[in-house]
């Protein structure tokens, strides 16, 4: 397949699934019993008259039929318009803005620690499958697996509180660009409670690929000429292993940014994982809308980067 159709390819399929993205959110958050005039006023919303209710679904742009309201709503995006939320009154691009940056170095934060961990713990094991430390190390990734993130990190704020005085505070929230220490200190614990569970899928890929490689004919040809171990590990092994882990941890990055709603309410952290929960609590279509959008177009940039370093580590992969 050559680089141009190989491109409109891609660019076909991004575009289809985002409008699938689009539809399957704006049809299951209709779905949902409330809508934001239930959600703003609560109880008294029952005690409004016909005529202010009315009024009030006129506002919120809720008395249009629902292909009516879709529509504006993808054409509006269409010139760059990703709405007005519906609880804050604030244009939900300047609110995605400010919530982005966080959870992308969060999710980064937990990948480049994941991935060498996973990396290393899975050579450690595959150099010896069914020794006392290939067990040890799947043990290992076992309980990471296995052991819920909001427990994980409940745990980690109540040692860090009681040995340290450490709370989250969304507050006093400090950027990367502001102070590379302070904002570390808000953000390292929270992505190495997401690096266990990410480094535990790495660890377990890494062995499988690795032992697999390990018995190929062409490995044992280089150690019957004599090759070194190193030389073997690491540029015939590990090098032709690589392309499962990548793929792993491109998609375990791409769930990672839309996948730490429950880690940054534990850590208080202003992400979109925030962002999205409260807007969900308070029915805010388009704010809900254009996040979980945002969050698809990042999990496909992702993949795209993925499939492109595919081409680099193997070649044969472009011809597929």
Not at 232 to 249: E, F, Y
Request: glycine residues 12%; without cysteine.
């Amino acid at each position: 397949m050559t680089r141009a159709r190989w491109v409109a390819r891609r660019l076909l399929g991004t575009a289809l699934t985002l409008i699938g993205v689009a539809v399957v959110v704006f049809v299951v958050l209709r779905a949902v019993p409330g809508d934001a005039i239930s959600a703003q006023l609560g109880i008294e919303a029952g005690s409004l008259t016909e005529a202010q209710r009315a009024a009030l679904e006129r506002y919120y742009g809720l008395d249009e039929s629902l292909p009516a309201q879709f529509l504006g709503w993808l054409g509006a995006l269409l010139q760059g318009n990703l709405g007005v939320s519906l609880s804050t009154g604030a244009p939900v691009g300047e609110l995605i803005l400010a919530a982005l940056p966080v959870t992308v170095e969060l999710a980064v934060l937990a990948a480049l620690i994941g991935t060498p961990v996973g990396v290393a713990l899975g050579v450690l094991a595959a150099s010896g499958p069914g020794k006392m430390r290939d067990g040890i190390v799947q043990g290992t990734a076992l309980f990471g697996l296995a052991l819920p993130e909001f427990v994980l990190g409940t745990v980690v704020v109540a040692v860090l509180a009681v040995a340290f005085g450490y709370f989250p505070d969304t507050g006093t929230f400090v950027p990367l660009t502001q102070s590379v220490a302070g904002n570390l200190s808000q953000v390292l614990y929270p992505a190495l409670v997401l690096a266990v569970g990410f480094a535990a899928n790495v660890m377990r890929t890494t062995r499988s690929a690795y032992i697999d490689i390990a018995r190929s004919d062409f490995v044992r040809t280089a150690r019957g000429k004599g090759v070194r171990s190193a030389r073997i590990r690491g540029v015939h092994v590990l090098r032709n292993a690589s392309v499962p882990i990548v793929t792993l941890v491109g998609i375990q990055l791409g769930y990672l940014l839309g996948g730490t709603v429950v880690i940054e309410q534990v850590f208080a952290l202003p992400g979109l994982g925030r962002l999205l929960f409260t807007a969900i609590n308070d029915r805010d279509y388009p704010t809900v809308q254009s996040t979980v959008l945002v969050v698809a177009v990042g999990f496909v940039l992702v993949n795209l980067l993925v499939d492109l370093l595919y081409r680099a580590i193997d070649p044969r992969t472009g011809t597929a």
